[in-house]
T-cell receptor, first 112, second 113 residues
């Protein structure tokens, strides 16, 4: 069964600290893996897209990693800011490009 | 560019009523999709379109209809609203090609009483 599991479900960190969010998937055939940021009351916004051959991709303070062998990805946030408070969603695309499998997200709360 | 625009932002319906959720994009994207987002669950695909005049069902299509008469617009119709359709609905669009990002609207929050 094609699934995307994210952990933790929620996370509280202090401003300025780093954190890492996890994503495990069982989607096949794998096409790409995406991380989105969703602010409260808004739609998701794309952070990174990684294909099979990419194992790291950065977007500012966000760095995503992909291990296609173990089917795991992580999103590392460096020097967190209050504006990083949001849900982070991992999405895996299967061979049919209209098949996107969404994780249920990690809700991050950055406190001052 | 306005991106993806969804209207209305909020709506309350009574069971059995029908309504249309509007979605428009100004990026000339081929692909458009409708998702619903429920608490504790990932987004689930309702219907999608790969171009004007072409639509197909997603994971949870029952109770919803779509049409795509133009590249820009992709409305979602609820035929006879049910409480199980209470959700947040997101429209997304993207360019062709498997590695293109999806651009999402800000959602329509729908409550069915």
């Amino acid at each position: 069964k094609n699934q995307v599991e994210q952990s933790p479900q929620s996370l509280i960190i202090l401003e300025g600290k780093n954190c890492t969010l996890q994503c495990n998937y069982t989607v096949s055939p794998f096409s790409n893996l995406r991380w989105y940021k969703q602010d409260t009351g808004r739609g998701p916004v794309s952070l990174t897209i990684m294909t099979f051959s990419e194992n790291t991709k950065s977007n500012g303070r966000y760095t995503a990693t992909l291990d296609a062998d173990t089917k795991q990805s992580s999103l590392h946030i460096t020097a967190s800011q209050l504006s990083d408070s949001a849900s982070y969603i991992c999405v895996v695309s299967a061979g049919n490009f209209n098949k996107f499998y969404f994780g249920s997200g990690t809700k991050l709360n950055v406190k001052p | 560019n306005a991106g993806v625009t969804q209207t209305p932002k909020f709506q309350v319906l009574k069971t059995g009523q029908s309504m249309t959720l509007q979605c428009a994009q100004d990026m000339n994207h081929e692909y458009m999709s409708w998702y619903r987002q429920d608490p504790g669950m990932g987004l689930r695909l309702i219907h999608y379109s790969v171009g004007a005049g072409i639509t197909d069902q997603g994971e949870v299509p029952n109770g919803y209809n779509v049409s795509r008469s133009t590249t820009e617009d992709f409305p979602l119709r609820l035929l006879s609203a049910a409480p199980s359709q209470t959700s947040v609905y997101f429209c997304a669009s993207r360019q062709g090609g498997s590695n293109q990002p999806q651009h999402f609207g800000d959602g329509t929050r729908l409550s069915i009483l």
